[in-house]
């Protein structure tokens, strides 16, 4: 039985603990959101440009130390180390972004008659963010640093799975001089933290990241406060391939094997035109093969664990050992293993079509013509993203246009780019982050009238 007291951080790669950790009560909420209020009053009025330049200094830190916080993705999450590297840069260039959001955040002036009219864009006061295990590291940083730069103060609570480097970012936080209390972190249960941060009448916007099932909830118990929320939920997005595509690229099973396939944008339906769908399989097959799965702190790995035996019980539990699958090969325990897996017998109506499945796992899939792949890709509660691959740049354009998800590339995998903005359609969210308009979301708009009718004294 776990202790509710204390979260256990294991490496899912050996199923060693690497760390306990103290769990954040309700109470603990309280003070954190008090202490928060009050520095966020003063961070509030700390002007623009010298708040850049303490977030720029923040970046350096962070820089400094991309080693130190890349070993410990690998150790809490299993991230293989050079997507870990890529996520400390991933935080550091955020950083830098936010600060120069922050200088050019402003109101506007609106002509109306008899005044002056001018809007402010205020900060919110205290925000939660509420980040899940799969990535700790940039979505702790795409909910919590843009935050910062437009005047909030922030709590993170992250998953208790993967609460390291979440804390580490906090203490280089302050070694670059931020205010204490600005930005801290509460590492704790869902049900206990997680539920206090949304339920606090002080909190002013929750920034949740997870599957859709607590997305919902939390979404439901913040309106009780009329308390904005920003969601960034599951996904189950389509690969589309036409048969005039480099189908090399377009296969590329990292579209969907990327962090062992725990990401919300992997390409989990392989939609592919029948004409070339023996050779997709072929493809596929070669490619799975190849894939190094193994230990996430060798420089040649591809593919790690998962975070978990939970969560490689539910990926197992859509792969039967029968079921009809191209499968690649994966380390015995210990360790959450899971082989990179195709299944090929799936009905697009069938669960593992259809739900996320949120591990190494695909469903391969054919369909006729353009009008099939439309309807195929748009088949689904969810909308975060997905890929086009085609030749034919008026198809390319259509298809775009017609699929419902909030992130497509066309002949690309690529999803997030810190400086667009990122978020889901239908159940995979509300609301954007990233992106040019990633601090007006953490803003609200004043509009403040001055007469200029105001009779002599
Ligand atoms: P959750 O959505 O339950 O967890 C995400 C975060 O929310 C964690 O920090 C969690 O804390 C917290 N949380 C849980 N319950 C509450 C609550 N009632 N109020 C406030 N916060 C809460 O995801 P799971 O970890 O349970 O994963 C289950 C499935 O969700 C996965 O298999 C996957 O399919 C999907 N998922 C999708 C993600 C995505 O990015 N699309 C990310 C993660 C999961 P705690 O860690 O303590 O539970």
Known sequence: MPDPNELTV????TEEIVATVPAATAGDVDTAVARAARAQTRWAAVAPADRARLLRRFADVVDAHTEELAQLEVREAGHTVANARWE??????????????????????IPVPGGWDVTFQEPLGVVGVIAPWNFPMPIAAWGSFPALAAGNAVLLKPAETTPLTALRLAGLALEAGLPEHLFQVLPGHGDTAGRALVDHPDVAKIVFTGSTRTGREVMERCARLVKPVTLELGGKSPNVVFADADLQAALDPFSFLDNAGQDCCARTRVLVQETVLDEARALLADALAAVVVGDPADERTQMGPLISGRQRERVRSYVPDDAPALRGKAPDGPGFWFP????????HDSPAAREEIFGPVAVLL??????????????????????????????????????????????????????TP???????????ELGPDALAA???????FLSTEVPAP
């Open 442 to 448: 953490f803003t609200q708009t004043k509009n403040v």
């Open 88 to 109: 400390a840069g991933n935080a550091r260039d955020l950083l830098l972004y936010a600060a120069g959001g922050a200088e050019r955040l402003t109101g506007r002036q």
């Open 340 to 347: 990179p897996t195709v299944l090929t017998g799936e009905r």
């Open 366 to 419: 054919p369909f006729t013509d353009e009008q099939d792949a439309i309807r195929l890709a748009n088949d689904t509660p969810y909308g975060l993203s997905g890929s086009i691959w085609t030749r034919d740049l008026g198809r390319a354009l259509r298809v775009s246009q017609a699929v419902r998800a909030g992130n497509l590339s066309v002949n690309s995998h690529s999803s997030v780019r810190y400086w």
């Open 10 to 13: 294991l490496d899912p790669a």
């Open 422 to 432: 990122f978020g889901g359609y239908k159940q995979s969210g509300l609301g954007r």
